[in-house]
């Protein structure tokens, strides 16, 4: 793949790493801080950097195996999360290569919609199972979500980056 100029060249992402934020980020999720509608979905957002970053190690399977764990955990309407996560993550893949082209900050802002769009699947699941409509203060968790995006991508980008000093019996 052509890089864009002055973008450092990472390391291969150890699948240790990978497993170890995903787990990070499910039990950041699974937190009793109480299910309030705009409280971000990490899991989420981790899933989407991986599929983005890594498409071929996590996939749409991972995320709708993550998607069950998290249904059993919040005793919600079993495939709810499932449907939302492997959604996020096929928009993810199909947007891998185009999103790497951008920096960070625009990179949030191209995640916003696929983060949009994964609540709204859940929230016409709960509405059609019966649930009430929670306010439109749900409106606000991909947006904190997008808003995480960079924070997300430096924390997990960490162990991939080269030494910064260059080094004369190094070609890279």
Do not use: K
């Not at 002055?6 to 990978?18: E, K, N």
């Not at 306010?135 to 924390?155: C, K, N, R, Y």
Request: aromatic share 10%.
């Amino acid at each position: 793949m052509i890089m864009r100029s002055g973008q450092q060249l990472l390391l291969p992402a150890s699948p240790v790493f990978i497993w170890c934020s995903l787990l990070v980020a499910l039990l950041l999720d699974m937190l009793p801080l109480g299910r309030v509608p705009w409280m971000p979905d990490f899991l989420a957002l981790v899933l989407v950097f991986w599929n983005v970053h890594q498409p071929l190690r996590i996939g749409i399977g991972f995320a709708f195996m993550f998607g069950l764990g998290v249904d059993v955990h919040q005793s919600s309407l079993l495939g709810q999360h499932a449907l939302s996560y492997t959604t996020l993550s096929f928009c993810a893949a199909m947007i891998h290569r185009r999103l790497l082209w951008f920096p960070v900050p625009s990179q949030a802002v191209q995640v916003l919609p696929l983060f949009l769009a994964a609540h709204l699947v859940e929230l016409m699941i709960r509405l059609i199972n019966g649930n009430v409509f929670p306010g439109w203060t749900f409106l606000l968790a991909p947006m904190l979500e997008a808003l995480l995006w960079p924070v997300v991508s430096v924390i997990l980008l960490v162990p991939q980056r080269r030494a910064p000093d260059p080094d004369a019996n190094r070609p890279l």
